[in-house]
């Protein structure tokens, strides 16, 4: 009867300390995203502007920094984040590591612990980890962040790696940021590059949202219909004729709704720098990812590419489409 008590006992008390536990843990994530969401010119809006550089691995240095040298320096990076009035910045470990003692404090930091790296040869698209969480950690980063290829032959290692990941993460308190790209050859056709389709990023998202990322990043869709045109996996007809249109909103509220109904937060890429159209594109980007009920947008290349002040411009503008309460849900 003694022994019965005691390990009742025991047992309720250990309980009781991983209830503790758990709850440290899930406030501990509350406050880093809360840290992100109190910082830059959107602080206190709910919505965010992300400054994302880890295309010195995924596009190769030179192809991403020679058209403006000066972000070779790593520092520069974090100063185009914090004169842009970004909420966080989000790049390598290398990258972060490297002036984390003198800004870490000064902006939120989102490290992106695995990459597509392009100098194996022949090409292979393949996201691997470059870094471990408790690195992230001990730099004093708010946030980890990662790829998941979804549909490419190396998806499942992937899934469950980046799974294990982010629950180590959340148990030291760190926001998770998951880029929920699309991979696979079979899914551009003659007519139509179908990685930026509704249904298909949809069920990407959905995925994210599985393995808890807090916050999906998702490249805006242009089109649907790839589950129908490819012929394969589950889909339903009221996707396409009650839960979407041909509006760009519409189909990115089809991303939205994947994200759990925006209980994860999604935000859109800001694409590729096409020149001289950047601006007209990131704030079209920015528009309809607000009025579809996202929470903001992760622009990179259309602001580093570009002398300091012009960047800042653009993130600036693209923050002032989530400033304007003009410009609402539809």
């Known amino acids: 009867m003694y022994l019965s008590k005691r390990i009742f006992t025991f047992a309720r008390t250990w309980f009781y300390r ?25 602080a206190g809006t ?7 550089v880890d295309q010195g691995i995924e596009h190769s240095a030179g192809a991403s920094f020679a058209p403006n040298p000066l972000y070779f320096d790593p520092e520069n990076i974090i100063k185009l984040a914090i004169e842009g009035g970004c909420n966080a910045v989000a790049s390598t470990l290398g990258v972060l590591g490297s002036v984390a003692r003198k800004y870490a404090h000064k902006i939120p930091f989102i490290v992106k612990i695995n990459h597509n790296e392009l100098l194996s040869y022949p090409n292979k698209y393949d996201q691997i980890l ?6 992230a950690f001990n730099m004093g980063a ?13 998806s499942s290692r992937q899934i469950q790696e980046i799974s294990n990941a982010f629950k180590y993460a959340h148990e030291l308190g760190l926001v998770t940021v998951l880029w929920t790209y699309l991979r696979n050859p079979a899914f551009k056709t003659k007519e139509k590059d179908y990685h930026t389709s509704a249904d298909l990023t949809g069920q990407a998202n959905h995925l994210g949202a599985t393995i ?30 009650e839960l979407t249109t041909d509006n760009p909103i519409d189909l990115t509220r089809y991303q939205v709704i994947n994200c759990y109904m925006g209980r ?8 590729a720098s096409s020149g001289t159209s950047d601006l007209a594109e990131a704030v079209k980007t920015a ?18 590419q570009k002398p300091m002040d012009e960047g800042i411009a653009i993130l600036n503008t693209i923050q002032d489409v989530y400033l304007n309460k003009a410009i609402t849900i539809a």
């Open 18 to 42: 991983s209830d503790i536990n758990i709850l440290r843990q899930a406030v501990s994530v509350l406050r880093n995203l809360q840290t992100i969401y109190n910082h830059g010119r959107l």
């Open 264 to 271: 994860a937060g999604l935000i859109n890429s800001g694409g």
């Open 287 to 304: 528009v309809i990812n607000k009025r579809a009920g996202g929470m903001g947008l992760i622009t990179g290349r259309k602001a580093f």
């Open 130 to 135: 470059f870094a471990d969480v408790t690195q």
């Open 142 to 154: 708010v946030a980890v962040g990662a790829t998941i290829y979804y549909g490419s032959e190396e």
């Open 46 to 52: 709910g919505y965010v502007s992300v400054l994302p």
């Open 212 to 241: 808890e990322a807090d916050i999906i990043k998702q490249k805006q869709p242009t089109n649907n219909g790839g589950y129908k045109a490819l012929k394969f996996g589950k889909t339903d007809e009221k996707v396409y004729t």
